[in-house]
């Protein structure tokens, strides 16, 4: 029996003593305020998108389709021959679409195919932004029928957001310094950070329809007047500090 009851005394002597005190770690609740903080920069666009539209209708969806092909190639040709020096040009085409056009019996619900549209899309990229007015006036020369956008833009922009999210950054610790000081407090660690950088660009250039032009416009010796502007780049960060 003293036996057994020494064996159970150092059972219990060797078990740990768990304490819920000793188990739980006391830490102290931190506040924190968030800061939002922007910083842009106005920069010469580099890039320049052109996006042209050749349209053909015909009553045989195959001689549209013809049509168009022709004309699109003859674009293509003519562009290729005006971007030969640009190493980095760029030209594609997208969206193409062959549609019948129906027209509508007044005194029924019925409806016959018209004709067929076909329209393809011929977008160029240039890093040549001066030469966006000749590409134009060259694609109309060549009976391209619309212009459906231009766009300016900033390629390889990483040397140019680097120093605007850093001025952002600065501004939001600064902003953050100067609350909590407010508060008589003290900005002790970041909770979260999220950065964007994002491009405000040139793009205010009108739509040209060729037709609208007339017939000698896309002949005279005045080239289409484009103002490439400025591209505005923004760096936005939301950042939350703690405070103590």
């Not at 290729?80 to 509508?104: A, F, G, H, M, V």
């Not at 019925?110 to 899309?121: G, L, P």
């Not at 957001?161 to 939001?172: F, G, M, S």
Request: charged share 20%; proline share 2%; glycine share 4%.
């Amino acid at each position: 029996m003293k036996k057994l009851l020494m064996i159970l005394l150092l059972a219990f002597i060797s078990t740990p003593c768990i304490s819920t005190q000793a188990m739980t770690v006391v830490q102290k609740n931190m506040g924190y305020i968030s800061i939002n903080a922007t910083e842009s920069k106005e920069i010469a666009p580099n890039t320049a998108n052109i996006t042209f539209a050749v349209e053909t209708t015909d009553v045989d969806s195959k001689r549209a389709a013809e049509r168009n092909s022709q004309i699109t190639s003859k674009v293509i040709g003519a562009l290729k021959q005006e971007l030969s020096s640009d190493k980095k040009s760029d030209i594609q085409t997208r969206n193409y679409n062959l549609r019948p056009n129906y027209k509508y019996n007044k005194n029924s619900d019925d409806r016959s195919i018209k004709n067929y549209t076909a329209i393809n899309s011929i977008v160029v990229k240039t890093s040549d932004t001066s030469m966006v007015s000749k590409l134009i006036d060259t694609a109309i020369k060549n009976n391209v029928s619309n212009v459906s956008g231009v766009s300016m833009t900033i390629e390889d922009q990483d040397q140019f957001a680097t120093e605007i999210v850093n001025a952002a950054l600065t501004k939001a610790k600064n902003q953050a310094k100067a609350t909590a000081a407010a508060l008589n407090q003290k900005v002790v660690g970041i909770k979260s950070l999220r950065v964007n950088v994002y491009q405000q660009g040139a793009n205010g250039v009108r739509l040209y329809k060729a037709a609208a032009l007339g017939s000698t416009a896309a002949d005279t010796a005045t080239p289409t007047p484009i103002e490439a502007g400025k591209v505005q780049l923004n760096a936005s960060v939301d950042a939350e500090f703690y405070v103590k």
